[in-house]
Structures are given as structure tokens and as C-alpha cells.
T-cell receptor
């Protein structure tokens, strides 16, 4: 089984709809992250969490919210989706040092 | 300021040959880590190799090696004996010890030709 899983893998939605992307990990890491990837812009950090009670905004948090339900679960919500939130979304997990490990990604299209 | 620079948008390499992907970085923190990730067309981000700023030797993982030149702030990835499955986008990334996030370069697309 994959160490970091994301659901759904693909989603098409309409402007104004609420969307939740979910992430689970079995690597036992405390730190979890949400990134988005746009063509030509690389990955940008949306939110990060160092433990269940510690949630922080990243570079591009406007229009997004998160919830850390447990050490292993970190969800990302778009309260009212807009077309420029169309992107590939990644959840990642990691320790204090060393690499971050990414989930398979969620392709989100907002019409 | 751009922390990671990858100057090669795309490269072609013949199967079984080696290819070097360039990466330069910018930091004033003496403690940092450098990473390479592979992103195939299916979209997932796959961790390849890690180099710590205090590591004396270049990191190697199978056919991947990292040519770390600290004074030049360079962390090039070398893929030896290229295979068709190596065709993908490759990202260089850095994390300073006291930072919370990875900073990614723009990526290099590698196409392996049979």
C-alpha cells in the first residue's frame, strides 16, 4: 500500500462549490503539507502542519482552509471554488530533516 | 528571491547514455538539504536522492548520483545508463534547516530516445 494517499485522484467541479481533498499517511511523520502545482510555476505551499494542534499558512493560502484530524490525516478545503484554483494538488509528509514524500496528487478542474 | 535555478527546460538523451541535470541554489544558511524529485507524465512526485550540506561525499542511489559542489552552490543530478522509463520532469529542491518548506526549481524535462 502507498505511504501517502490522496482522495479523490481527479475532480471536476463548478465555480462556487465547496470541495474537500483528503490525505492520509502511514509513514508516522508529524509534519504534513499541501502544495499546488501549476504548469511552469513549480510547486507552491498552501498550508502546513507540524502536529494536530499546529497549522500554518503557506505562500498561497487565500481561498483555502485545512483540517488536521489526526496525526495521519490532513484535509484541504476550497470553500467556494474558482477557476484559477484549477491545478494539481499534492499532499506531502516528512520529518524534521530529510525528504518530503508526496501523495499521488489530485487533479482538480473548476469550471 | 529565487532559491533554486534549473536552467535547462528540456533535454534529450539517448538510451543507455548518461545525462546531467543542472541545479544551482542560493542560501546563506549553512545547514540545508538538497533533493531531487522525478515527476513522470502520470503526475506523481517521486523522491530520488538527498544531499545534506555537511555531507562530505556525493550522494548516490542506484543510477542516480548528485554532484555536489558546495562552493559553487551547485547540486547537479546525474542519471547513468538512461532508460526509456527515465523520461519525466525532474525537480531540484532545497530546504534550509530552520525553514518549514521545500523550495522547488522550475524543473527540467528529460526525454530518453531509443
Amino acid at each position: 500500500d502507498a505511504d501517502v494517499t490522496q482522495t479523490p485522484r481527479n475532480r471536476i467541479t463548478k465555480t462556487g462549490k465547496r470541495i474537500m481533498l483528503e490525505c492520509s499517511q502511514t509513514k508516522g511523520h508529524d509534519r504534513m503539507y499541501w502544495y499546488r502545482q501549476d504548469p511552469g510555476l513549480g510547486l507552491r505551499l498552501i498550508y502546513y502542519s507540524f502536529d494536530v494542534k499546529d497549522i500554518n499558512k503557506g505562500e498561497i493560502s487565500d481561498g483555502y482552509s485545512v483540517s488536521r484530524q489526526a496525526q495521519a490525516k490532513f484535509s484541504l478545503s476550497l470553500e467556494s471554488a474558482i477557476p484559477n484554483q484549477t491545478a494539481l494538488y499534492f499532499c506531502a509528509t516528512g520529518g524534521l530533516a530529510g525528504p518530503q514524500f508526496f501523495g499521488p496528487g489530485t487533479r482538480l478542474t473548476v469550471l | 528571491a529565487q532559491k533554486i535555478t534549473q536552467t535547462q527546460p528540456g533535454m534529450f538523451v539517448q538510451e543507455k547514455e548518461a545525462v546531467t541535470l543542472d541545479c544551482t541554489y542560493d542560501t546563506s544558511d549553512p545547514s540545508y538539504g538538497l533533493f531531487w524529485y522525478k515527476q513522470p507524465s502520470s503526475g506523481e512526485m517521486i523522491f530520488l536522492i538527498y544531499q545534506g550540506s555537511y555531507d562530505q561525499q556525493n550522494a548516490t542511489e542506484g543510477r542516480y548520483s548528485l554532484n555536489f559542489q558546495k562552493a559553487r552552490k551547485s547540486a547537479n543530478l546525474v542519471i547513468s545508463a538512461s532508460q526509456l522509463g527515465d523520461s519525466a520532469m525532474y525537480f531540484c529542491a532545497m530546504r534550509e534547516l530552520n525553514d518549514y518548506k521545500l523550495s522547488f526549481g522550475a524543473g527540467t524535462t528529460v526525454t530518453v530516445r531509443a
